[in-house]
Antibody
Framework: EVQLVESGGGLVKPGLSLRLSCTAS????????MSWFRQAPGKGLEWVGF??????????EYAASVKGRFSISRDDSKSIAYLQMNSLKTEDTAVYFC???????????WGQGTMVTVSS | QSALTQPASVSGSPGQSITISCTGT?????????VSWYQHHPDKAPKLMIY???YRPSGVSNRFSGSKSGNTASLTISGLQAEDEADYYC???????????FGTGTKVTVL
């Protein structure tokens, strides 16, 4: 079964950093762009950013709300996408999901999510 | 980049049809055929229901259909069933630096 599994969530103090991982299995990871989303408590889904496949430059793009603080990278040899979150704020508290971008924003595979709580 | 606008809630009785609207601008929905819809049950991973405006992924019931007119996309659920009760989100590619924009979400209630 095609699968994505997020890890690395937890409780972190404001201003600090956290890195999430998204491990893919049973598909050719390098053939796809990968996105990160989040859902804050009681709120809707928010696209955080994505990273293109290497054949398209492997470059990332970000939502305005996280640009300059978050960065996305990938290791195709390990089938892992990363979300590095720096200068965390309380409003970054959310469940974070990684997804596979099959084409033009069709996010067809989702992980179960990992909770990030930013609190002092 | 503002979120796409969806009604907060839509309800219907079993067997009925409902339609959820998703309004954007010419920079997103109106400019591209990259509109997708997601079903999200609490504590579960979201599920892709429609992509490229009107295409259903394999395994998604044909009771779900999508369309677009101008800057507004729509998701129609026909033959409403109890299991359809969930939150639904639309999404679109956008020409802004944001790349993708999501809708505000609609809670579907089966009466």
């Amino acid at each position: 079964e095609v699968q994505l599994v997020e890890s690395g969530g937890g409780l972190v103090k404001p201003g600090l950093s956290l890195r999430l991982s998204c491990t893919a299995s049973r598909f050719t990871f390098g053939d796809y762009a990968m996105s990160w989303f989040r859902q804050a408590p009681g709120k809707g889904l928010e696209w955080v950013g994505f990273i293109r496949r290497e054949s398209y430059g492997g470059t990332p793009e970000y939502a305005a709300s996280v640009k300059g603080r978050f960065s996305i990278s990938r290791d195709d040899s390990k089938s892992i996408a990363y979300l590095q979150m720096n200068s965390l704020k309380t409003e970054d508290t959310a469940v974070y999901f990684c997804t596979r971008d099959s084409t033009g924003g069709a996010f067809d595979i989702w992980g179960q999510g990992t909770m990030v709580t930013v609190s002092s | 980049q503002s979120a796409l606008t969806q009604p907060a809630s839509v309800s219907g009785s079993p067997g009925q049809s409902i339609t959820i609207s998703c309004t954007g601008t010419s920079s997103d929905i109106g400019g591209y055929n990259y509109v997708s819809w997601y079903q999200h049950h609490p504590d579960k991973a979201p599920k892709l229901m429609i992509y490229d405006v009107s295409y259903r992924p394999s395994g998604v019931s044909n009771r779900f259909s999508g369309s677009k007119s101008g800057n507004t996309a729509s998701l129609t659920i026909s033959g409403l069933q109890a299991e359809d009760e969930a939150d639904y989100y639309c999404s679109s590619y956008t020409s802004s630096s944001t790349v993708y924009v999501f809708g505000t979400g609609t809670k579907v209630t089966v009466l």
